[in-house]
């Protein structure tokens, strides 16, 4: 089953960025997908194909991917990105074909 | 607008069945694949199962194998999931979740509100 790891809780003063890694075991070959879920609400994709934006995110969040780890990144950081974020990938020899991430806590100071 | 609405949720004993239903509009619905996306209570999102645009390919994570079925009607724009043998650890809120690619490896685009199924004597 592929694993992939967060790390649970990421701190971030208003205006400065913050980093969201996600580990996995040769990540850099999948594709990555990221998820954003406030407090009672449904996720909300943020960020596809590692790095692709949908439309209506604003460009202050950006992806990466590379070897064992993914990354999401969030520029000048604002009260209401405080949520939990997911990564994603397709995984056809798991026993989830979509495997999320542990999730990600980020918490605006 | 993409509106993805769950419904059918609710307390059930275990070892009973519920089906849950997600009524969808906004979008061509059998241009699309879907999927069903569960989060326990306080817990992390798991993946539940999925099924291409026509229906004819079907998925289930192991945890629910044997026990659920997935099912669309696309004529009603809307998805399906039976569930039996329902134990307590399928309780969470469970999220109707739309394809973004047209192939199985991909993501979700667009989530319903969820349909919370409770699973308790």
């Known amino acids: 089953s592929y694993v992939l790891t967060q790390p649970p809780s990421v701190s971030v003063a208003p205006g400065k960025t913050a980093r969201i890694t996600c580990g996995g075991n040769?990540?850099?070959?999948?594709?990555v997908h990221w998820y954003q879920q406030k407090p009672g609400q449904a996720p909300v994709l943020v960020i596809y194909?590692?790095?692709d934006r949908p439309s209506g995110i604003p460009e202050r969040f950006s992806g990466s991917n590379s070897g064992n780890t993914a990354t999401l990144t969030i520029s000048r950081v604002e009260a209401g990105d405080e949520a939990d974020y997911y990564c994603?990938?397709?995984?056809?020899?798991?026993?989830?074909?979509?495997?999320f991430g542990t999730g990600t806590k980020v918490t605006v100071l | 607008d993409v509106q993805l609405v769950e419904s059918g949720g609710g307390v059930i004993r275990p070892g009973g069945s519920l089906r849950l239903s997600c009524a969808t509009s906004?979008?061509?619905?059998?241009?699309?694949?879907m999927s069903w996306v569960r989060q326990a209570p306080g817990k992390g999102l798991e993946w539940v199962s999925g099924i291409n645009w026509t229906g004819g390919s079907t998925g289930y994570a192991d945890s629910v194998k044997g026990r659920f079925t997935i099912s669309r009607d696309n004529a009603k724009n809307s998805l399906y999931l039976q569930m039996s043998s329902l134990r307590a650890d399928d309780t969470a809120l469970y999220y109707c979740?739309?394809?973004?690619?047209?192939?199985?490896?991909?993501?979700?685009?667009?989530w319903g509100q969820g349909t919370l199924v409770t699973v308790s004597s």
């Open positions: 040769n990540i850099g070959s999948k594709s």
């Open positions: 194909y590692d790095s």
């Open positions: 979740a739309r394809w973004g690619g047209s192939s199985w490896n991909n993501w979700f685009d667009s």
């Open positions: 906004g979008f061509t619905f059998d241009d699309y694949g």
């Open positions: 994603q990938v397709w995984d056809r020899s798991s026993d989830h074909l979509y495997v």
